[in-house]
Structure formats: C-alpha cells, structure tokens
C-alpha cells in the first residue's frame, strides 16, 4: 500500500516509525468518515513532521504523544479523508488531557504547553490590560477577514450575514481569529508587562480539521450570526430577520433550557449573551464551549455528536 503512496516512499504500510518514546497506546479514538482502508499518517501539530503511521483502520489503535499529533488519512486512491481525532474523554486515562465538562486545563485550548515561553492558561485570549477589544478583554490580534457565505439566504428565506472579524461584537470572530488560519494561533496583544511576540507560530491551513472560514469563506457551515427563531416567532438579529418560510413550531422555543447558550443584540450591534424576546441569535459559542465547562460531548460540544435522543446536539434546537 505504501509503495503506491508518493507521500510515504519505500516504508511498508503496516510498520510504524520512529514512534516517540513517550508514545502511549490507547484505544480507537477516531472516527473516520466515510468508512474506508488506507494510511493513517500522524504529524506533529505545527511542522507537520511525519511521526508514524498505521493502516489497520478496522481496528485502529493509535499511538498518543505529547506533541499531539495531528491526524491526516490518505486513501490509496489519493482521496485525502476528514479523521476525526475525538476528545479526550473516554480513551485518555494514562494522560492529563480533559473530559467534557472538565474546564479549560488540559483541553484543545489549553495552550501553555505549546508556548514559547510559560505563560497562563488565559494567556492566548485574554489580558486584564492592553487588550485589543474591550469586549472580552480579548488579547489575540483579531482576524481581518470579512466573513460570507455562498448563497444569500438559508432555505427559510433568513439572510446570510456578512461579518467583519475586527469589528463585529460577537463571539465567533474571536473564534475565527484562530480558526481561520490567517493569524497565527500565538499572536498575542499583552503578556507580562509587554508585548512578548508570537508565542505559537502555527496557523491552520486549509483544509485541515480545525480550520473553519478559512480565508472568510463560511460557504458550507451551519448558519451562525443569524437570529434564531427564540420562542418559536421570528426574531431579529445581527441585521437580518427569520425569513418567512421558516417552520415556526420545528423549533426548541427557549434552548437556553437545554444547555445551549444564546446571544442577544440590541439593535445598535451590541451582542451580549442570554435570550431577549425578539432579538436573539446564535453564534458558535451556541453549539460550543470554548472554556470546555458547559460542554458534554466531543469537541467541546454543549450536546452529544451521537445518538437521537434529547441530548443530541442538533435537537437541542430544532425539532425534527
Ligand atoms: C481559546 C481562547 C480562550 C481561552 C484560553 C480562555 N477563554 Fe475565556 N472566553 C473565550 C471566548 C471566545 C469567550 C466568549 C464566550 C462565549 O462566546 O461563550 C470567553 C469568555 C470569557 C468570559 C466572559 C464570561 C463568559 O464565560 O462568557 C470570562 C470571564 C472568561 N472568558 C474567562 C476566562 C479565563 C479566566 C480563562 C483562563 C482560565 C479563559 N477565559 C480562557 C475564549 C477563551
Ligand atoms: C487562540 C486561538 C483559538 C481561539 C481564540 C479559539 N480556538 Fe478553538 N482551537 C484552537 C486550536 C489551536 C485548536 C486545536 C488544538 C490542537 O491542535 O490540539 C482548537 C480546537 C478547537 C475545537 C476542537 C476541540 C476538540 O476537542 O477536538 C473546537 C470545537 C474549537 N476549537 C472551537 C472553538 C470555538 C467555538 C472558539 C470560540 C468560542 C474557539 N475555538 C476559539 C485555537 C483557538
Ligand atoms: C449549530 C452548531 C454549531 C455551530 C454554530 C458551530 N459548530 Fe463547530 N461543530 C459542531 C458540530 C456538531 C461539530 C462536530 C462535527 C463533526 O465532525 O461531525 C463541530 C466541530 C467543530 C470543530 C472540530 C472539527 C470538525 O469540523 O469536526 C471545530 C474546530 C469547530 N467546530 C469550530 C467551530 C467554530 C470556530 C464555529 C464558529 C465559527 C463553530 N464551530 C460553530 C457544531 C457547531
Ligand atoms: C444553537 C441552535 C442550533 C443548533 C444546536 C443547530 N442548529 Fe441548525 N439552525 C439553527 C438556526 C438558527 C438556523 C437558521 C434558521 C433560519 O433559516 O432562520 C439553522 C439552520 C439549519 C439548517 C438549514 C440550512 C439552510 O440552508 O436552510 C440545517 C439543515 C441545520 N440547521 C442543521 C443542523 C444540524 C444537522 C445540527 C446539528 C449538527 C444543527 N442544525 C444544530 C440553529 C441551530
């Protein structure tokens, strides 16, 4: 199999290589979508330095190393395939990293591991001073990017936003500021009474499981920045209105109720959390917990990625 693969020259396919001493094996972490064999070939997060590989996907044991490995599967048929490393939750007992629910330390965003030099665990987002919004006291330089999608409306007739990242008031541009590779995950404002440089050079790049917006294209995403139709009427948000093709009883009417957190925008572009009559809306801290407290499933998630019943993350606020 490796043969065929330019990528992986003259190493046969089931051998895995130069695995980090501290490697730790634990149990199929991953979920691989669609279902295929191939080469699972793990890099280190940020250079992208070949670690090892396995093929055996059926039963996919997966050696865990500090350097957080990213994941990247090529079929033989050269299709590059999404692998979905899971959170730590189940399958991580022999290391610190954090469950659902279990805070910030030791999650994905937990970045003092990876810093150039000790800092905190709020370090990459936040700062008491200097701080380059007011909103959120946020210290990672803010993504330029004008965000849109593709099409100008969802089905219901709701109009896509156009969302700067420097200047809009809700969250998901904080978010995006990381999440769409343009800035670098370490380009911090203030840290120990200066400006200390960039603390982790790594940018997402296209592509690449967590890159979401990437370059300001949100073509493919689930709506966000856009009202939600708050007990089950339209509602007004971030300059758009539920369209009127929205089915008004397919919906949770007060997801708050179920784990969800919900945005409000007072009319003059004001976004602050919790639900207000008429001028609620969602943002990706609707689906996610980015301090991972509120989160019960995989990535971080304020619902379950499995299952059907009323803890599934998409039933939390539709009604299908
Ligand atoms: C990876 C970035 C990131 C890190 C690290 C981080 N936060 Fe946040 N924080 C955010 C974002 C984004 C929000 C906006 C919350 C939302 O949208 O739900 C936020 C919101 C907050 C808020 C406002 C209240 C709230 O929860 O919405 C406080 C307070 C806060 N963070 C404190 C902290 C503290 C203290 C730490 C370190 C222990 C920390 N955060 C680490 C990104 C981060
Ligand atoms: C300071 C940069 C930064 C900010 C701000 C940030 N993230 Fe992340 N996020 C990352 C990095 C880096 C990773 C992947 C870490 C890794 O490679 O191990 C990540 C991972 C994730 C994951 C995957 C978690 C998992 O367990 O697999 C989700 C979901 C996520 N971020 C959502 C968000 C949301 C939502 C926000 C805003 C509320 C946000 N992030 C803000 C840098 C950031
Ligand atoms: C409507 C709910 C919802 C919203 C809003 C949302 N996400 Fe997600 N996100 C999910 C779900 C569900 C998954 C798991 C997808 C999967 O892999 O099957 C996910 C996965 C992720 C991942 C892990 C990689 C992946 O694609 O599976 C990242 C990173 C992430 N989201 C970041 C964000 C950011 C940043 C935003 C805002 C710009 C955002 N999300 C908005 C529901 C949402
Ligand atoms: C936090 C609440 C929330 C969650 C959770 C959520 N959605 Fe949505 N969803 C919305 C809102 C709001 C809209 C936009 C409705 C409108 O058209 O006005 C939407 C729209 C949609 C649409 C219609 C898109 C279009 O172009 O018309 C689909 C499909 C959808 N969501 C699927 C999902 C799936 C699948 C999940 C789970 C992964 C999910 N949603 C989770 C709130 C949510």
Redesign the pocket.
């Known amino acids: 199999m490796a043969a065929h693969d330019p990528d992986l020259p003259g190493v046969a396919a089931t051998k895995r290589v130069q695995w980090p001493l501290l490697a730790i094996p634990v149990q199929p972490i991953i979920s691989i979508k669609p279902p295929f064999r191939g080469i699972l070939k793990l890099t280190k997060t940020g250079n992208n330095e070949l670690v090892g590989f396995c093929v055996d996907v059926d039963s996919v044991r997966v050696l865990w190393e500090e350097a957080k490995p990213t994941l990247e599967v090529k079929s033989m048929r050269r299709i590059t395939v999404t692998v979905v490393l899971a959170a730590a939750a189940f399958f991580y007992p022999l290391t610190a990293s954090a469950a659902p629910g279990d805070g910030i330390a030791g999650s994905k965003h937990d970045f003092t591991d990876d810093a150039s030099q000790d800092v905190g665990l709020c370090t990459f987002c936040h700062t008491p001073h200097q701080a380059s919004s007011t909103k959120l006291l946020w210290n990672h330089e803010l993504t330029t990017n004008t965000f849109s999608w593709d099409v100008p409306s969802?089905?219901?007739g709701?109009t896509f936003p156009t969302v700067q990242g420097d200047t809009y008031q809700g969250p998901s541009v904080k978010c995006l500021s990381c999440h769409d590779g343009s800035v670098a995950i370490g380009d911090v404002n203030w840290f120990n009474g200066g400006d200390p440089g960039i603390l982790w050079n790594r940018k997402f790049s296209e592509g690449e499981i967590y890159a979401v917006g990437y370059g300001g294209d949100m073509g493919g995403n689930?709506?966000l920045a856009?009202?939600?139709?708050y007990n089950n009427v339209a509602n007004t948000y971030n300059g758009s209105t539920?369209?009127d093709g929205?089915q008004l009883g397919e919906w949770q009417a007060d997801?708050v109720s179920l784990g969800?957190r919900m945005f409000n925008d007072d009319g003059s572009g004001n976004i602050a959390a919790g639900p207000v009559a008429g001028q609620t809306g969602?943002e990706c801290s609707?689906?996610h917990d980015v301090h991972n407290k509120a989160s019960v499933g995989l990535y971080l998630l304020r619902?379950t990625l499995t299952g059907n019943d009323s803890n599934y993350?998409?039933l939390?606020?539709?009604v299908k």
């Open positions: 969802t089905t219901a709701t689930h709506p856009v009202p939600y139709p539920t369209g929205i997801p969800i969602i609707s689906c619902g993350i998409c939390k606020c539709h």
